[in-house]
C-alpha cells in the first residue's frame, strides 16, 4: 500500500520558496501507543483547531550540498535543524528530490510555544504540505486530492498526530471497522453527512496550567505502552470507542460525548500512571480544574467538558451556543486562577 506513495520520476530540480500553513489539533479518542514507522496501535479521530496554527516558509536551493537550517520566530533553533534532517533523510524513497539541495526553513507558530498545543503536528503538517507544493514542481502536478493524502502520509512520518492536521473539522487516523477508507498510513477526513450540527461549532480554551518543559516527552510515552499490562486492552477499548463515537456523532448525543471524551482523557493519563516507570503529567491545577468542572456541570448541567493532552494543560470544550456566555463568565471567575500566568489559549473548531 505504501507503494502508492513512492516518488515520481524527477523532471528538474531548481531553487524555489514554497510557504504553507496549518492547524494544530486536538485528539478526542486519543492515540497512545505506536509500532515501527509510525504505526498507530490504535484509531484516533481529532478536531482541527481555526486558529493555533505554524506558518512555514522553505527556501529550497537546488544542486547545494544537503543541509538543514531552521529559525523558530526568527531564532535559530539547530536541535530542530538536526530533527528535520534526519526526517528528510528518512522519506527520500517518497521524494527522490529531497537531499538534492540546501534548505533554510522559517517557522513560526501563532500560538505560545509553551502552550502545550501540539506544535508538532502543525510544525510537520505545514512542512508536509512545503514538501508536497515543491514535489508539484520538480515532478510534475498532482491532483489536489493525492497531494493532501500524501502530504498527511508524509506528515504522520515526522509526528504521528500531525496526519490529522491536514483536514478541517473531525479527522480520523487508524484502521477502523467504523470509518470507510481509514489507514494507519495517513489520515481521513469524518465523513461530514454523519455528523450532527451539535457538533459542529465548538470552542476550545486552553488553560494553561504549567507552561515549562514535560517530564515525559510523547516519544517515551508511546515507547511506554509496549510493556504497559493494560495496553491491549485500551487498543481495544478505542476501537469500541469509535463504534460508540459514531452513534453520538450521528444522533447528536451531548452528554455521551462528554461523557466519552472525558473518559479518553483521563485513559491516557491512567495508561500513564500504570507504566513502568510510572509518570503523571497532570499538576494539582489540572485536578483542580476537572473537579470544578464536574461541580459546575452538576449544579448548572451547562455542557462545559475537558480533554487533555500529554501534559497538565486542560482544554476546556464547549459548544458555540446560547450556553456559552455563562461558560465562558465561570472560566474567567473559577478556572483562570488555577493557571501558571492567567495564560488561555482561545480558540474555536467550527466546520
Ligand atoms: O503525535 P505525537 O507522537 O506527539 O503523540 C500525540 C499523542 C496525544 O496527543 C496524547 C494524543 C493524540 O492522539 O493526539
Not at 484516533?44 to 544537503?66: H, M, P, Q, R, V
Not at 462528554?258 to 489540572?286: R, Y
Not at 452538576?298 to 458555540?320: E, I, M, R
Request: aromatic share 12%; proline share 3%; hydrophobic share 40%.
Amino acid at each position: 500500500m505504501e507503494n502508492e506513495f513512492l516518488g515520481n520520476k524527477i523532471f528538474e530540480v531548481y531553487s524555489q520558496t514554497v510557504s504553507a500553513s496549518c492547524p494544530s489539533n486536538i485528539a478526542l479518542i486519543k492515540y497512545w501507543g505506536k509500532y515501527a514507522d509510525q504505526i498507530p496501535a490504535n484509531p484516533s479521530i481529532s478536531y482541527t483547531l481555526n486558529n493555533c496554527k505554524t506558518n512555514t516558509s522553505i527556501e529550497f536551493l537546488a544542486g547545494e550540498k544537503f543541509s538543514v537550517r531552521t529559525l523558530l520566530a526568527g531564532n535559530e533553533e539547530p536541535k530542530f535543524a538536526e530533527k528535520i534532517e534526519k526526517y528528510f533523510r528518512n522519506i527520500e524513497k517518497y521524494l527522490p528530490w529531497i537531499l538534492k539541495g540546501k534548505y533554510i526553513i522559517k517557522t513560526e507558530n501563532t500560538f505560545p510555544h509553551s502552550s502545550g498545543i501540539a506544535s508538532s503536528a502543525s510544525g510537520f503538517g505545514a512542512i508536509a504540505k512545503c514538501l508536497m507544493e515543491l514535489d508539484g514542481y520538480f515532478s510534475g502536478k498532482l491532483a489536489d486530492e493525492i497531494i493532501i493524502k500524501k502530504a498527511s502520509f508524509l506528515a504522520r512520518l515526522g509526528s504521528g498526530s500531525a496526519c490529522r492536521s491536514l483536514y478541517n473539522g473531525l479527522v480520523v487516523w487508524g484502521k477502523t471497522a467504523e470509518v470507510e477508507n481509514s489507514s494507519d498510513l495517513f489520515a481521513v477526513p469524518y465523513p461530514d453527512k454523519e455528523i450532527h450540527s451539535a457538533f459542529k461549532n465548538f470552542n476550545d480554551w486552553v488553560l494553561l496550567i504549567h507552561e515549562g518543559e514535560k517530564s515525559v516527552s510523547s516519544t517515551v510515552g508511546h515507547g511506554l505502552m509496549k510493556t504497559n499490562p493494560y495496553a491491549e486492552r485500551r487498543f481495544q477499548e478505542a476501537h469500541e470507542n469509535f463504534k460508540i463515537l459514531k452513534e453520538i456523532l450521528r444522533t447528536g448525543d451531548l452528554k455521551n460525548f462528554i461523557k466519552l471524551v472525558e473518559h479518553e482523557a483521563l485513559t491516557l493519563h491512567a495508561m500513564m500512571m500504570m507504566s513502568d516507570p510510572a509518570f503523571i503529567l497532570m499538576k494539582s491545577g489540572t485536578l483542580e480544574v476537572i473537579n470544578k468542572i464536574w461541580e459546575f456541570r452538576n449544579t448548572t448541567g451547562l455542557p462545559l467538558f475537558f480533554t487533555l493532552d500529554a501534559g497538565a494543560n486542560v482544554h476546556l470544550l464547549f459548544p458555540g451556543d446560547k450556553s456559552e456566555d455563562k461558560i465562558k463568565e465561570f472560566i474567567i471567575k473559577e478556572l483562570l486562577q488555577h493557571t501558571q500566568n492567567n495564560g488561555v489559549v482561545k480558540d474555536v473548531m467550527r466546520f
